[in-house]
């Protein structure tokens, strides 16, 4: 009598591994694993530290060789050296302050940021659009330096 009861147990054992095994592989075959608290965003968790900072230098590693960069009213198709230039000369005449990101979207290997970005006294908001490159690294497209107006 014991017999048929261990086998029935191990048997029972056995299903629920396999069953679990099973729902494992499903969650990563669908891309629904449990990610981090930044997750498919992670890549704006740098940038926006540099963007708090000022830290042109920094943020500019995260630049395309060519991208779209407007601050204020003047926008410009430029090099990387170019863009890093003009982002030097915003924060030379506006000290940032702090930064907040209030929206994020993503498309396949795209990724779209906006925040608001208190500099100088005056708030800004900031947009800035990243396309995966190849192995995965994110590089910025576009960025756009907005001045707010009613917000304070």
Known sequence: MKKPLYILLFAAAMLLCISAHGQNTFLSRT???VQSPEGEFSVFSSITKYLAA???A???SWFADNLDVTVISSTRNCSKKQAREI???FFDNYTPR???VTHKASESNKKYMIGL???GGELFQV???ATAQAGDTYKIQQL???RQTGLR
């Open 31 to 33: 891309n629904m694993q």
């Open 54 to 56: 000022g830290d042109v």
């Open 58 to 60: 920094s943020l500019s």
């Open 87 to 89: 982002l030097r000369s």
């Open 98 to 100: 702090s930064f907040e």
């Open 117 to 119: 970005l208190n500099a």
């Open 127 to 129: 947009t800035i659009y």
């Open 144 to 146: 756009a330096i907005s």
